[in-house]
């Protein structure tokens, strides 16, 4: 059998040169030349037309799924469109441990401010120090009522921050809250710390507080930092230092310096404290708005207060059990604030704002807890009592500047008084040498000479006496 | 060898019929991929975060590389403009529906997607318990939640819904109505029903709610219009009356009772029982072992059944309750402990009393809950 579609040689190895070939498939019709170029045009044709398609599509939707359909998913883009309406949250993963910073535990860090522009430089330089992830704090802040640039300066603040080069800067969610609650409270120190507006003051900042709270609080935090704008010293590893004690509610000792001339030093924050019979029974006999608040002669509760229990070489790890706590700087889990302890912005128990805060989370069993020789340092703003006592202070040094100017003038004309007399003397001392050496000249009788001399006495004593007739300053000394 | 076919059928083709169908094919996929609803993103584009470390009151754009994503922009909420009024369909203001689950009743959803209050300014809080019964609650919830939110008509699909679940022991386990009703598990059931109200309310109520309404998960029938009626009377808080449908076998036909009596007048009698009692005691309201001789809501229904007849209030119920955020805002919370004796709802209207906030009830606007 001949092997019809062998065409390049014989079934036994001869090659097949100049000889005519009968291939039975030759005789088949076969594209021309033409016909195939004419077909390849076309599919390039076709190519280019759908990739133009493509790319115009994929320019005009951006966001579109042609583009990731066409490209199988491989060319995504960021911006995807998708909206998401559910979010699911399991609460048991947020109960906040002793090593949260490890666990990426969530904090809310609450920020109530009012006319508190001169702080906010100081407070952004602690923002920046802090040594817990700034991507797992949630920062939050409520600016009410101001009447200075708070809230301008503020803004610009945390757009700098969140756009800081250094990845490690930049914190989570930051909601700036603005409500104005109308209130004409002076903040300056005086009325702020006076205690007749205390009741009020109090409820009014409670009420804020829990504005900025129930505004910002999210399932997904753990643990909830408040922390006063006007802390002047803190430790950078407050959160941590603070966490570890695995305690639901704690707070540090708060002091502030003070100028030398007031002893340099003076506990700030009265308002952690331990319950005392004497307060209870004081409260019994309270009208039932009324407010019990510390530090005023008015209310003598016998507590024993966190701020007088510091030692400062005490060891910073002692815990110490309170009820009423202060605000300048809580860490409380996320927990105790789900489940319905807030500020209470009217009187509960007696109390209101964050004392009454420490109140209701004990009477809901939660553990409160302060650390006496953890001290962290408020700024010291002068009061007017202090400003009064400094100006008489300022007079006081004026006054005895002047006196010692003066004392020194004095001390100058006296050393010109002595310069003189000692010329004059000087003088004298001359003369009485010359007339010496006069009568030394003549020979004389003993006695005679002895008068002369008296007589010379005489004459010493009228020349002196001449002397200070010419020179009143002189005279002046002498008299 | 085989023919080569393929060039047989290339050229047997039309160029044009070829171009016809490449942009067929075009066509078809632009269809197949393209929104079946092109005016939903304008329509949420106002109540959108950009991130999702935003408030779960508003939904946020998925971004398809989480990794990627920036630091959260710094966001300004003008708490000020938040207005509570009593024509909230005007004002376009947010509503926040709150619902502790136990079980899953279809009628209940079924009822939220008859309210016709504009749904793109409702958001849905659900906290459930980590129980057996929970878990199978929440899926039947998620189940019901995917139909609405993905597949449903637009107009039915609410802003943004968050799902909790609770991080704390539930106190009894069965919530079998004769085991949940007993006087001595009360206090221990409402401690629980009071924290889990606490939970949802303040991780969820965020800056741009006006309104919240309590509305209880066995609540299977209310008014579409129960948001804008409750709305208008322009009271801290308001509740309706809640009654129960059954069939009575007297009368062979179906009939309605009272359900909830935590709305209630106080009385010189309840308050002396509370004087006597210790910090920690609750008063019980529906108890015969403890009269207190309360004015209930539930028994002032009147004969002409005028439904805007409102009156005051000194203990609430929770089963709907129609709340301004801003009551809450200030502090208003269900005390899970004994507030001057009351405790969860009852305690929370004290409480909102204590803070300058009135509550009121309708007697005549009703609710309906569930028959077991």
Not at chain 1, 356 to 367: D, E
Not at chain 2, 242 to 256: A, I, N
């Amino acid at each position: 059998m001949i092997p019809r579609h062998h065409s390049s040689g014989f079934a036994n190895g001869h090659t097949r040169e100049k000889t005519f070939d009968f291939s039975p498939h030759r005789l088949q019709p076969r594209a021309s030349a033409n016909n195939n170029r004419h077909r390849k045009k076309l599919v390039a044709r076709i190519g280019a037309v759908l990739f133009v398609v493509v790319l115009v599509t994929i320019w005009l939707w951006p966001s579109s799924s042609v583009a990731s359909l066409v490209s199988f998913g491989l060319l995504a883009s960021g911006t995807d469109l998708e909206l998401e309406t559910v979010r699911y949250y399991d609460l048991t993963n947020v109960q906040g441990t002793a090593r949260g910073w490890e666990r990426e535990e969530r904090i809310l860090l609450c920020v109530p401010l009012r006319d508190a522009e001169a702080h906010l430089g100081m407070f952004f330089s602690h923002l920046r120090n802090f040594t817990y992830p700034h991507h797992l704090i949630d920062l939050a802040f409520l600016v009410s009522d101001s009447k200075d640039q708070t809230l301008e300066v503020l803004s610009s603040s945390l757009e700098e921050l969140q756009a800081d080069a250094d990845p490690k800067q930049p914190y989570g969610e930051i909601s700036i809250i603005e409500k104005d609650f109308g209130q004409q409270v002076n903040q300056d120190v005086e009325s702020r710390h006076g205690f007749a507006a205390q009741a009020t003051r109090r409820k009014l900042m409670a009420q804020a507080r829990n504005w900025l709270l129930s505004a910002a609080l999210r399932p997904y935090h753990s643990w909830v930092y408040w922390r006063d704008v006007d802390v002047e010293t803190a430790p950078f590893t407050i959160l941590e230092d603070l966490m570890r004690h695995n305690k639901d509610v704690i707070v540090p000792n708060v002091w502030r310096p003070l100028p030398e001339w007031l002893g340099g030093e003076q506990p700030y924050d009265l308002n952690s404290w331990q319950e005392s019979e004497t307060a209870l029974a004081l409260a019994d006999t309270l009208d039932e708005d009324a407010v019990i608040v510390e530090g005023y002669a008015e209310y003598a509760t016998w507590r024993p207060h966190l701020a007088y229990l510091r030692d400062p070489y005490g060891d910073p790890d002692l815990e110490m059990e309170i009820d009423g706590v202060g605000g300048v700087s809580i860490l409380a889990r996320a927990k105790v604030f789900r489940s319905g302890v807030h500020f209470p912005a009217f009187s509960f128990q007696k109390h209101a704002e964050t004392e009454g805060f420490g109140k209701m989370a004990r009477r809901m069993h939660y553990s409160v807890v302060g650390l006496p020789h953890y001290t962290i340092w408020h700024l010291y703003e002068p009061s007017v009592d202090d400003i009064r006592h400094m100006e008489e202070m300022e007079q006081e040094r004026l006054a005895r500047e002047k006196e010692e100017e003066e004392k020194k003038k004095k001390a100058a004309k006296i050393k010109e008084e002595f310069g003189d007399a000692d010329t004059q003397w000087q003088k004298d001392k001359q003369a009485m040498q010359d007339s010496k050496l006069q009568a030394k000249d003549g020979v004389k009788p003993v006695k005679a000479a002895e008068a002369e001399g008296v007589a010379q006495g005489n004459k010493g004593a009228a020349k002196a006496a001449a002397a200070q007739a010419a020179d009143p300053g002189a005279a002046k000394v002498a008299a | 060898m085989a023919r080569p076919m393929g060039s047989v059928r290339l050229k047997k083709a039309n160029p044009s019929t070829l171009l016809l169908g490449a942009v067929l094919c075009i066509f078809i996929i632009i269809f197949l991929v393209s929104p079946s609803t092109p005016t939903k993103t304008a329509r949420l584009a106002v109540n959108t975060a950009s991130h999702h470390l935003s408030p779960p009151t508003s939904p946020y754009r998925k971004s398809s590389r989480p990794g990627e994503l920036g630091p959260p922009p710094v966001t300004h909420y003008k708490l000020n403009n938040v207005t509570i009024t009593p024509d909230p369909i005007a004002n376009q203001e947010h509503v926040l529906i709150l619902t502790p689950m136990a079980r899953f009743y279809q009628e209940y959803w079924d009822n939220l997607l008859k309210l016709n209050y504009p749904h793109e300014l409702i958001t849905l809080g659900f906290i459930l318990p980590k129980t057996k019964e929970g878990n199978a609650a929440t899926t039947a919830l998620q189940a019901q939640i995917q139909r609405t939110q993905k597949q449903g008509p637009e107009k039915d699909r609410f802003k943004s819904i968050i799902i909790l679940r609770q991080d704390f022991e539930p106190a009894v386990m069965s919530q079998d109505e004769s085991e949940r009703h007993k006087m001595a598990n009360q206090k221990a059931r409402r401690e629980v029903m009071a924290k889990a109200r606490n939970s949802l309310l303040f991780t969820t109520l965020g800056p741009s709610t006006s309104w919240v309404l309590w509305l209880d998960a066995d609540i299977v029938e209310s008014p579409p219009t129960l948001i804008q009626d409750l709305a208008s009377h322009d009271k801290p808080l308001i509740v309706p009356n809640c009654f129960q449908r059954y069939y009575d076998g007297d009368t062979k036909k179906m009939s309605e009772r009272p359900y909830d009596y935590n709305s209630w007048q106080d009385s010189e009698i309840a308050q002396q029982l509370a004087a006597q009692m210790g910090p920690d005691d609750i008063l019980l309201e529906g108890y015969k072992e403890m009269a207190t001789y309360r004015a209930l809501m539930a028994y002032m229904v009147t004969e002409q059944a005028d439904k805007s007849l409102v009156i005051p209030l000194d203990g609430v119920g929770g089963t709907a309750l129609l709340v301004k955020a801003d009551v809450h805002r200030d502090g208003a919370m269900f005390p899970p402990f004994a507030f001057y004796n009351l405790i969860e709802t009852e305690g929370f209207a004290k409480m909102a009393k204590r803070l300058g906030w009135q509550p009121w009830g309708l007697p005549n606007y009703k609710v309906y809950h569930y028959n077991e």
